[in-house]
Antibody
C-alpha cells in the first residue's frame, strides 16, 4: 500500500525550532519528487517546499524561505522539514505529499504544529 | 507572481445537480500542470484531476476537468452525497513554483 506518515508536530514557542518527518512506503521513494503543504486552522492549502527525487534541487515559498529546510534520506525513505525561527503564522497542519506530473497524488494524514507562548 | 482565483467561494446545490467550479489564473498556466483536489473536514486533500483534464486513479467519471491558458473548470456532473466538500485548484511551474487557489466549498442546499 502506498503510504506517507508524518510525525514530529507539536507545540513550540515563537522563535523555536522543530523538525517534521515523513515516512514513505509502498512506492519507489528515491524516484519521486516530494513536497510539504500546510493548512492553517480554518484556511486553505498553502505550498511550503518541494524537493526533487535526488535531493539536489529544492524550492521554497517566500513565507518560509531562509527559515525552513527540506531534505530527504532516500536510503531510509524519509522526507524532512527543518523549521527554524518559528512564528505564530506557521501554526498549521503540515502534510507531506508525493509530486507526480506536477500534482500531488499521495498525501499523508498530516501533523499539527502550534507556535505559541 | 501567479495567483489562482476560484469562484464561487461557496456553491449551494442539491444531490443530483451539476456543479461547475471555476479557477482563473492571473497568468497563463501550462495545462500539463493544473490539478484539482477534494478535501473533506479532518481529512487530507485527495487528487481528482491532473493535467487539467485527466482523472486520477479511482476517481469517478462524474468528475471532469477542462480549460486552458488562464481559465479552468471542474465539473461534477451529478452530485452524490459524498461530493459535498471543499475543492482546490493548483498550478505547478510558474513563479511561485506551486500555488493553490483559495478553494470552493460545495454545500448541500
Amino acid at each position: 500500500e502506498v503510504q506517507l506518515l508524518e510525525s514530529g508536530g507539536g507545540l513550540v514557542q515563537p522563535g523555536g525550532s522543530l523538525r517534521l518527518s515523513c515516512a514513505a512506503s509502498g512506492f519507489t521513494f528515491s524516484s519521486s519528487g516530494m513536497t510539504w503543504v500546510r493548512q492553517a486552522p480554518g484556511k486553505g492549502l498553502e505550498w511550503v517546499s518541494v524537493i526533487v527525487s535526488g535531493g539536489l534541487t529544492t524550492h521554497y515559498a517566500d513565507a518560509v524561505k531562509g527559515r525552513f529546510t527540506i531534505s530527504r534520506d532516500n536510503s531510509k525513505n524519509m522526507l524532512y522539514l527543518q523549521m527554524n525561527s518559528l512564528r505564530a503564522e506557521d501554526t498549521a497542519v503540515y502534510y507531506c505529499a508525493r509530486v507526480s506530473r506536477g500534482a500531488m497524488d499521495v498525501w499523508g494524514q498530516g501533523t499539527t504544529l502550534t507556535v505559541s507562548s | 507572481e501567479i495567483v489562482l482565483t476560484q469562484s464561487p467561494g461557496t456553491l449551494s446545490l442539491s444531490p443530483g445537480e451539476r456543479a461547475t467550479l471555476s479557477c482563473r489564473a492571473s497568468q497563463s498556466v501550462s495545462s500539463s500542470y493544473l490539478a484539482w483536489y477534494q478535501q473533506k473536514p479532518g481529512q487530507a486533500p485527495r487528487l481528482l484531476i491532473y493535467s487539467a483534464s485527466s482523472r486520477a486513479t479511482g476517481i469517478p467519471d462524474r468528475f471532469s476537468g477542462s480549460g486552458s491558458g488562464t481559465d479552468f473548470t471542474l465539473t461534477i456532473s451529478r452530485l452524490e452525497p459524498e461530493d459535498f466538500a471543499v475543492y482546490y485548484c493548483q498550478q505547478y511551474g510558474s513563479s511561485p513554483l506551486l500555488t493553490f487557489g483559495g478553494g470552493t466549498k460545495v454545500e448541500i442546499k
